[in-house]
């Protein structure tokens, strides 16, 4: 008598958690090629820029832009010299994810001030002090 309960429940249950579907919670669009050609060839910018502008242009209740693309196309405009641009990404970037509130109150007061993000390519500040001035390839 019991299995006769439990089975639909147990089968009701295991078919409710296929109800989302395949997919991912986030609209990805392209990003992880596209990165992955920009790093490989820093040519590829434009594409790779393209590429985060239509991740963007997306957003909505049923395509959420994932953490960091608006903060990521920020940067790149703010090398660009789009400094309005970079600052209305930052704040979309705080406002689709507070937990990014203090970096992005940093980015924009940089912003703000003219302080662009470091050339590619540059080895990092927090790099070991014996590691080469280049980057490997």
Partial sequence: MRARVLLPIAAALALSACAQGPGTKYNWGGYSQALYDYHK??????????????????????????????????????????????????????????????????????????????????VPASAPADSPSTPVS
């Fill in 41 to 122: 060839d820093a040519t590829e910018r434009a594409d790779y820029m393209a590429t985060l502008v239509k991740i963007v242009e997306k957003d909505g209740p049923t395509s959420k832009v994932p953490p960091g693309i608006f903060a990521e196309l920020g940067y790149l405009k703010l090398a660009d010299g789009d400094q309005q641009g970079a600052i209305a990404l930052f704040e979309r970037e705080k406002a689709a994810w507070p937990e990014s509130g203090t970096l992005m109150d940093r980015a924009i007061a940089g912003a703000r001030e003219g302080k662009l993000p470091p050339k590619p390519g540059l």
